[in-house]
C-alpha cells in the first residue's frame, strides 16, 4: 500500500524537484523496506512453532492437561462409548438414552464419574441428542474443533479429557449456550440414587 503512495508522491514531486534526486534517495529505501519486509515475515513465519489458527479457547485447556483414564476404566466401555469419549465419535440423533430423558439426577462422565451436568440445566433442544445450558462447575473444557469443514466448540471432561459432545451460542436459555452431548459419553444417576444435589 505505502509503495504505491511512494510512486504516486514520486510522480507528483517530479514536477518541482529534478527526477534524478528524488530517484537517488527515495528508491534506496524503498527497496531496502520492499526486500526487508517480506523477509522478515518469511523469517517470522518459519520460526513460529507450528500452532493450530485458534488457541484462545484452549490455553486452559492446554494447562491443566486431563489424566489420562485408566486401563480398568476404559475396559469398561461399551464400543459405542470407548466411540465417542476416545475416538470422537458423535452417536445418531435420536438414538442415544439421554436425549429424551427427564428425570431429576446427575449427569455424570462415564469414563471418569465426573460430575459435568444436572437435570436442572438440561432442556428439550429438539436436535437429538441431550442438552444443556451451562456445565457443573470446573468439570468441562472446551477446545477448536476444525474437523469436518466446520469450525465447533469441542467440550471435553476435565478430568479424563473424554470427548463429551460440541458447544454452540444458541442456547435458548440466559447463558445462550448449547451443550448438545452424546449420550453414550454420560451416565446418569437419579437424585434419589445418590447423595443429595
Ligand atoms: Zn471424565
Known amino acids: 500500500m505505502w509503495i504505491t503512495t511512494e510512486i504516486t508522491e514520486d510522480t507528483e514531486g517530479k514536477l518541482s524537484i529534478p527526477p534524478m534526486k528524488i530517484f537517488s534517495v527515495s528508491s534506496v529505501v524503498k527497496t531496502i523496506l ?81 460430575e459435568l451436568f444436572t437435570s436442572d440445566s438440561k432442556f428439550d433442544s429438539g436436535c437429538g441428542w441431550p442438552s444443556f445450558d451451562r456445565h457443573q462447575g470446573n468439570t468441562v473444557d472446551t477446545q477448536i474443533d476444525s474437523t469436518h469443514g466446520m469450525q465447533r466448540e469441542e467440550i471435553i471432561c476435565r478430568k479424563c479429557g473424554a470427548h463429551l459432545g460440541h458447544v454452540f451460542p444458541d442456547g435458548p436459555t440466559d447463558t445462550g449456550l448449547r451443550y448438545c452431548v452424546n449420550s453414550a459419553s454420560l451416565d446418569f444417576e437419579p437424585k434419589d440414587a445418590g447423595e443429595k444435589k
Open 34 to 114: 520492499a526486500v526487508s519486509i517480506p523477509l522478515c515475515l518469511l523469517i517470522y513465519a518459519l520460526a513460529m512453532p507450528h500452532k493450530p489458527t485458534m488457541t484462545n479457547k484452549s490455553e486452559n485447556s492446554a494447562a491443566a492437561k486431563p489424566d489420562k483414564p485408566a486401563e480398568a476404566a476404559l475396559s469398561k466401555l461399551t464400543p459405542e462409548q470407548f466411540y465417542v469419549t476416545q475416538q470422537k465419535g458423535t452417536e445418531p440423533a435420536f438414538t442415544g438414552k439421554y436425549w429424551n430423558h427427564h428425570e431429576a439426577g446427575k449427569y455424570r462422565c462415564v469414563v471418569c464419574g465426573a
